[in-house]
């Protein structure tokens, strides 16, 4: 059974880059059938799709992000990654990354999900 | 973008009781090849959100039946015949037809 879990800083100054990784264990992220995305979810609030990056390393962005936002994947491994650069508060949230099911686009499954907060 | 409006933004129902949520989207979720692409998700207290219904009707691996989704060009619902205290949690719609993904701001269904 695939899982995903996100890693990385809990804090983050203003400015700066947000960097997170997905971890997927259970499967291959190679696999041809799937691709992998990011989401969002600032405190209190509903969700935000970030973007998502195929196997070819071929990305889809939201545009209210793109100028700021780069995913990436790593097959050896088994990784993706989401970068973030110029943060503000606006950020802060519980980032979550999730698989896509090709053909039918179903987020399936997710991470657990990891809170980020921008703050000096 | 596409701006989906789901209403209510909250319910509290009896256990037992049918639940209805309606979602609306900005414009047709028709895609050209003639797929519907919105899902709805359930995301439980303190867990991530997990799919209930793809692709408007098509119920995930695993969701039981008391669930269905119905609808077509720009309105949707998500029906519960019998809630049950699992139940509860946020209800989101989601669409995939346009880039953007976009979600719905969620409905919070309580047990009384």
């Known amino acids: 059974q695939v899982q995903l879990q996100e890693s990385g800083p809990g804090l983050v100054k203003p400015s700066q880059t947000l960097s997170l990784t997905c971890t997927v264990s259970g499967g291959s992220i190679s696999s041809g059938s799937y691709y992998w995305s990011w989401i969002r979810q600032p405190a209190g609030k509903g969700l935000e799709w970030i973007g998502h990056?195929?196997?070819?390393?071929?990305?889809n962005y939201n545009p209210s992000l793109k100028s700021r936002v780069t995913i990436s994947v790593d097959t050896p491994k088994n990784q993706f990654s989401l970068k973030l650069s110029s943060v503000t508060a606006a950020d802060t949230a519980v980032y979550y990354c999730a698989r896509v099911i090709m053909y039918y686009d179903i987020l399936s499954p997710w991470g657990q999900g990891t809170l980020v907060t921008v703050s000096s | 973008d596409i701006v989906m409006t789901q209403t209510p933004l909250s319910l509290s129902v009896t256990p037992g009781q049918p639940a209805s949520i309606s979602c609306k989207s900005s414009q047709s979720l028709l895609h050209s090849d003639g797929k519907t692409y919105l899902y709805w998700y359930l995301q439980k207290p303190g867990q991530s959100p997990q799919l209930l219904i793809y692709?408007?009707?098509s119920r995930f691996s695993g969701v039981p039946d008391r669930f269905s989704g119905s609808g077509s060009g720009t309105d949707f619902t998500l029906k519960i015949s019998r809630v049950e205290a699992a139940d509860v949690g946020f209800y989101y719609c989601?669409?995939?037809?346009?880039?953007?993904?976009?979600f719905g701001q969620g409905t919070k269904v309580e047990i009384k």
């Open positions: 989601m669409q995939n037809t346009h880039l953007p993904w976009t």
């Open positions: 990056v195929y196997t070819s390393g071929s990305t």
């Open positions: 692709e408007v009707s």
